[in-house]
């Protein structure tokens, strides 16, 4: 059972396009957080979301935590070849141990 | 240093053989995970470790996989009787304590023949 359900799997788009990527639970989270990874490195942190209804932005990525901490969306606007990788979502369960889920990861690719 | 390091990069091995796989966590980091990344999966927890706390094993998927952790830094999983389906990128990562801000080395990538 994946805890963290991830969608979509596979996202190509051209540059300057938006999409949105979502992670999905039945479960309360605590945290959540929101991962990339390229290719033969390890995934690098972008955003820890906290509370309910929290909206984050890192420039062009805006980050929400859904209302009841069961869900997550990470949303790219105008995208650049340098956004394609691997977004991981990831969460600390509610009342849970010091150890985090991972959902199964979105893999975008921007093309030029 | 600079970041969380892990040794070796590649690792090829014949069914049946051990091994051994390395990290070094960033100076500081009380708390360190080990994690196996399967091609199309998520992250799948493996151990964690922090402090000196007894570890939680509950990821492990079998007996033969172990790991320790020494002095309170560098940590070696261990792998024994190498199965094809144990191929896999194993990636380690430390925090300060709290599992919300990980960060993680390059990676182990395991290829059993």
């Known amino acids: 059972t994946q805890l963290l359900e991830q969608s979509p799997q596979f996202l190509s788009i051209q540059e300057g396009e938006n999409l949105t990527v979502y992670c999905n639970s039945s479960s309360v989270f605590s945290s959540l957080q929101w991962y990339r990874q390229e290719p033969g490195e390890g995934p690098v942190l972008l955003v820890t979301v906290v509370t309910g209804g929290e909206v984050k932005k890192l420039k062009r990525l805006t980050f929400q935590f859904g209302d009841a901490r069961k869900d997550s969306s990470l949303h790219i606007t105008a995208a650049q070849p340098g956004d394609t990788g691997l977004y991981l979502c990831a969460g600390e369960l509610e009342g849970g141990s010091e150890k985090l889920v991972f959902g199964k990861g979105t893999k975008l690719t921007v093309n030029p | ?113």
């Open chain 2, 1 to 113: 240093g600079a970041g969380v390091s892990q040794s070796p990069s590649n690792k090829v091995t014949e069914k049946g053989k051990d091994v051994e796989l390395r990290c070094d966590p960033i100076s500081g980091h009380t708390a360190l995970y080990w994690y196996r990344q399967s091609l199309g999966q998520g992250l799948e927890f493996l151990i964690y470790f922090q402090g000196n706390s007894a570890p939680d094993k509950s990821g492990l998927p079998s007996d033969r996989f172990s790991a320790e952790r020494t002095g309170g830094s560098v940590s070696t999983l261990t792998i024994q009787r190498t199965q094809q389906e144990d191929s896999a990128v194993y990636l380690c990562a430390s925090s300060l304590g709290s599992a919300r801000e990980q960060f993680f080395g390059p990676g182990t990538r395991l290829t059993v023949l």
